[in-house]
């Protein structure tokens, strides 16, 4: 049986349900990089299908609708679980990845001074 | 001053230092969830863009060569950090989103039962 | 009246018979060249999401069933569309700008030559 | 030697120049109907993240700066090229696709009526 989930899931905890899930399943030999990245792809552009004809100030107010709110959380859910099962047929730690991406862009995009008193 | 990055950043404390960054170059205007989606699915493209012209096999062994692992982990860094900002501008809790959808996968596919003793 | 369609369309008739087919149903307003472009990725996606678990082999074979054969043309009729109405939302000729890039990619990718004879 | 090509390019023309565009270059292997379709994807996505940042006034002034316009027209004929081979590799008439669904959504979305004269 599985045991009972933390009150708070980490970004661990659930990649690994995914793989029990996946295992559970035999989908396994289907979850290929090349394909997990197509499928990751492909939702991502059923996100953003939900924002495609709205201007920017309906886009804002999606949310405020529980239909839209739900499609927009499920579409976030399925995107997050195809990062995942990527990184772990890839072997990629994305948490690691992500901050090392965040310490080369405060680099690459200096945070703009403001103008000193003298001036 | 930035205080010290915790050993082991989660995807709260990730996202948190996405929302400062953005903030302190004057970037919020742009991340609209409409923008934002748009930019996910683009660094979808771009992860995809990597295993597009190799075989199974040669996909398999991208992470093997460090140049091909360095742009994996970079895209995949694009894709989470814009997935999380979208969040942010959205107002998602992507864990939770996650969480959930698992639990309606696991009603919506049934582990296959494996056969009885009897047959 | 709408004329009779010619037996052979081409691009050019397709596009103006998308536009009209757009201002009839009042759709022009949504038709900017950032929401089309966003469309068409998202059909893009919808393509792809046909092949994202077939192997090579069987991605080959999808056509061979009638009702993978519809999906497909469907998709593709899709992605046309969008294309098209891209082009004339942000004034584009697809084809003038195709062959063009055909001639920069001769250039580009100069096919390799064969062995001579005296080696 | 290659023909003088015809003033006026059809779809039918180029689809067949970038057949022989890929067999003169041996890329025949990698054109399989599941790759072309992630191609046209990412190409699609290149084509988005020119506008991923705009508001929909400056997006639609993107053509009036020549670069902009170069990159937009690039990006066209990328896309296009991608289908069209995607078309080859799969069997499929894109101009008949496109001609079967319009007659299709034609049915499916009618024109709303005027208000008649009595009303």
Known sequence: MRPVEPQEPTLESLRQRLTEFAAARGWEPF?????????LSVE??????????LT????????????????????????????????????VDP???LAAKIERNEVRFPVPKPPTEGR
Do not use: S
């Not at 990089?33 to 197509?38: E, F, I, V, W």
């Open 44 to 53: 991502a552009g059923e996100l953003l299908e939900i924002f495609q004809w």
């Open 95 to 97: 948490l690691a990845a």
């Open 31 to 39: 979850h290929t990089p090349k394909n997990l990245a197509a499928a």
């Open 56 to 91: 920017p100030e309906q886009a804002g107010r999606v949310m405020d609708d529980p239909g839209g709110a739900h499609r927009v959380r499920d579409e976030v859910a399925d995107v997050l679980a195809y990062l995942l099962q990527f990184c772990t047929a890839a072997g």
